[in-house]
């Protein structure tokens, strides 16, 4: 602007995990929106792709860059000249990024001056910066779902209504249905479930399954974490957990069902017996599209539906004996306190032995459930809802320790 005012209606960015599949399609929502409205200012990734970001910090000109791998600063250096030079930018062109490194620059990131922090971080390890964000009063567009999964009641208490606008396709799906009626309405919310690459099978037909065969996912194109925990249905029973802690909905009134299609996103049951479902193709860029310009849509963030062929739509029980992960992860729910951070802190642990190669597939769930049934009986008692950070970070760590322990794993803490 000549002024040197941000055009009206600007949004200004900062995108944690940018460098993964939620931050890549966020950085195409914005490189597409018809309005070009969002502006990128901060970037934080864990270090791995350093060309990549160094791209991504250039062409949107960011003033901050957080890596939490801190010796990884020197090669975003060097990969911010090269990338600079690829351009054909001279000294004057362009001015370098301030870069932030460590174990908080993700959460110092997030604290930065933008209208909207998109938290697409793998693991727990993105609670801290939920809770910078949303202390600092951002509009967080969460895609992390393990901070509220480990920190609900931490989340909950650092956000003011509105606050948080999800991502996850499910719970855009039921924030959108719920513009049709007030929660005081909702008799359930229904949870649609792809059921992965395994759906059909019998648990005794899980064995020998290869981290290639579990990373196929057949409707969606994501990270390798949650597309593991898609195959296991875990990613299921920590969605049904971030459903209650996002809508308030007691744990009785949700419901999973499976949808192979994965076009009907999730749906939302109404105590009239009516039902609102979203649907659209699996497209992620739609609803990180929607968080970023919440309330308002993007226009063509993603191609909607063709009604031109005949097509079918099923919607199938879940096999629970099969896939025991939800029914776990709504017991962890239900017991609350640190119960859930539990759950989940073991099977990221149990993922990634899974995906060295160290644990077979069925041994994913099963050890999870061993580790949470220790932690209920054990001097690791949940803690009803008077959280505390120590108390996830505590709890987090004997399950990590736990897990690895089971694992045979002479794994180091500190992964
Ligand atoms: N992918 C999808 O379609 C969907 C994902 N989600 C959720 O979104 C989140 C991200 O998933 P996805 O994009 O698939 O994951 P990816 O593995 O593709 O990307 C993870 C991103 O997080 C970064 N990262 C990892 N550790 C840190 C850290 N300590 N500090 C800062 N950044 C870090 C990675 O950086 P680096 O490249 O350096 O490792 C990478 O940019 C998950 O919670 C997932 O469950 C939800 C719905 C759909
Ligand atoms: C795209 C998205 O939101 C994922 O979390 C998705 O839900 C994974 O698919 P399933 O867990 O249903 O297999
Ligand atoms: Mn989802």
Redo the contacts with the bound molecule.
Sequence with gaps: MSDGQPPAGERSLVILGSTGSIGTQALDVVRADPRQRFRVVGLAAGGGRVELLAAQALEHRVEVVALSRATAAQDLQLALYAEAQRRGWSAGDYALPKILTGPDAAAEVAAWPCDVVLNGMTGSVGLGPTLAALRAGRTLALANKESLVAGGPLVRAAARPGQIVPV???HSALAQCLRGGGPQEVRRLVL?????PFRGRRRDELAGITPEQALA?P??D?GPV?TI??AT?M??GL?VIEAHELFGVPYERIDVVVHPQ?VV?SMVEFFDGSTLAQASP?D?RL?IALALGWPDRVEGAAAGCDWTAARSWEFLPLDEEAFPAVALAKAAGTAGGTAPAVLNAANEECVAAFLAGRLPFAGIVDTVAAVLSEHRQGEHEPLGNALTEADVVSAESWARARARELLGAAVEDGG
């Excluded at 649609?192 to 992965?196: D, K, P």
């Design positions: 996850d396709s499910e649609t479930a792809s059921g992965g996912h409707t969606w994501m949650v925990n898609s249905l990613n299921k969605e994965s996103h699996p992620m609803p």
